[in-house]
């Protein structure tokens, strides 16, 4: 009997490692009367405390062939569209 209960704690042991953050929801919202197709250069605001996020959205952005800027300040004169985002961390 000893046996199995060492084997279900280790079961549950090794379970409860096992698990982790699984959910990664990247959701957006554009506005309505946005013309997408004619857009060709966007400003990607980064987030005060942010280190990557938004380098990778920058660099997606820029294999979609779409001329990319980033920065924390106000988006410079001449482009089509400002990216802004909230990144979550849980």
Same mark, same amino acid.
């Given at each position: 009997? +000893? ?8 079961? !549950?042991?090794?379970? @409860?490692?096992?698990? !982790?953050?699984?959910? %990664?929801?990247? &959701?957006? @919202?554009?506005?309505? @009367?946005? %013309?997408?197709? =004619?857009?060709? +250069? ?6 005060? $405390?942010? $280190? %990557? *996020? ?8 820029? &294999?979609? !062939?779409?001329?990319?800027? *980033? !920065? =924390? ?10 990216? *802004? ?6």
């Amino acid at each position: 009997m +000893t046996k199995f209960v060492k084997l279900a704690l280790l079961f !549950g042991l090794v379970t @409860s490692l096992m698990t !982790g953050c699984a959910v %990664n929801r990247a &959701t957006g @919202s554009v506005d309505p @009367s946005a %013309n997408l197709s =004619s857009m060709k +250069t966007m400003y990607v605001k980064k987030v005060a $405390d942010d $280190d %990557n *996020t938004y380098a990778l959205i920058a660099d997606k952005l820029r &294999t979609k !062939g779409l001329v990319v800027t *980033t !920065g =924390s300040e106000a988006a410079p004169a001449g482009v089509d569209a400002v990216v *802004t985002y909230i990144d979550k961390w849980m």
